[in-house]
Structure formats: structure tokens, C-alpha cells
């Protein structure tokens, strides 16, 4: 079996292509949204817990915050449907936190 210069075998490689530099710059901004979407439901979540409000409520923001968090962890940038699903999911999170 054909080998390449690391002696992996040329067979049994199953590179994935690496991301363009637009994946790239579109993972960081959307990153940067999740964090601030993280700040945002920080802030929300505190909000209900001062104020006594309905436990189902709290339990969602908490539900977010940990999706959130998970997607942070393992965002990756050559999956634009994940990328554009999460950057509008926290474009709508941040504009209800500004109401």
C-alpha cells in the first residue's frame, strides 16, 4: 500500500479540507457573539433570580446558557448550517436582552 511521507497509508487518511479564510473570520465573529450571548443570559438569568420569577423561565435561560457553552466548546468553522444557525440564535438573544 502506497504510503506518504509521514508513512501514513495514502488509503486510511480521511483529511477533512481546512476551512477558508472566510469560515475562519465567520467562526471567530460568531464566537464572539456566543460569548456576548453568554454575558447577555448571565445577566437575564440574575435578573430572574432577584426577582422571583417563574422557574420554568429560569430553567430555559439556564438551558440556553448551557447550549451556548457547549457550542462554544465545539463550534466547528467548516459547518456554515451550525455557524449561521448559532451567529442568528445569539443576534436574537443579544436584541432581546436590549429591550
Do not use: K, N, W, Y
Amino acid at each position: 500500500m502506497p504510503t506518504s511521507a509521514d508513512e501514513t497509508p495514502l488509503l486510511g487518511r480521511l483529511d477533512t479540507p481546512a476551512p477558508t479564510p472566510e469560515q475562519v473570520h465567520e467562526h471567530q465573529v460568531v464566537r464572539d457573539l456566543i460569548t456576548q450571548a453568554l454575558a447577555a443570559q448571565s445577566a437575564r438569568r440574575h435578573q430572574l433570580e432577584q426577582a422571583g420569577e417563574d422557574p420554568r423561565l429560569l430553567d430555559q435561560v439556564t438551558a440556553t446558557q448551557h447550549r451556548l457553552a457547549q457550542a462554544l466548546q465545539t463550534l466547528d468553522p467548516a459547518d456554515e448550517q451550525q455557524v449561521a444557525r448559532l451567529r442568528q440564535e445569539c443576534i436574537d438573544l443579544l436584541r432581546e436582552a436590549g429591550r
